[in-house]
């Protein structure tokens, strides 16, 4: 079982930056594809950005150029780092973790428990 906590979130003007932290409760960084997904009230989760072992990273047409997924093995942390944010990226942050197949098709096995983030005009 891997647990998955989430930290970092906040509320920003619109043009700011925040930077989500996850950090799983054991070694699975350089074994396991990490995620980070949002769902807004009201909308349907969608997938922000993922990470493979080997740093291979994908995104959302949304959040490129804004928004760098990385990690640090040796600190078993997850890093999601969002410039020029906008208030539509207002929403519940999620991390996740699990083979690169369901975290690519948006359901992996183990998620965190959210961190707000909010973003005013």
């Known amino acids: 079982q891997v647990q998955l906590v989430e930290s970092g979130g906040g509320s920003v003007q619109a043009g700011g930056s925040l930077r989500l932290f996850c950090t799983a409760s054991r070694y699975i960084y350089s074994t396991y594809c990490m995620g980070w997904f949002r769902q807004a009230p009201g909308k349907e989760r969608e997938g922000v950005a993922s990470?493979?072992?080997?740093?291979?990273?994908r995104y959302a047409d949304s959040v490129k150029g804004r928004f760098t997924i990385s990690k640090d093995n040796a600190k078993n942390t997850l890093y999601l780092q969002m410039n020029s944010l906008k208030p539509e990226d207002t929403a519940m942050y999620y991390c996740?973790?699990?083979?690169?197949?369901?975290?690519?098709?948006?359901?992996?096995?183990?998620w965190g428990q959210g961190t707000q983030v909010t973003v005013s005009s």
């Open positions: 996740a973790a699990d083979i690169c197949r369901r975290v690519v098709a948006g359901n992996p096995s183990y």
């Open positions: 990470i493979d072992s080997d740093g291979s990273t």
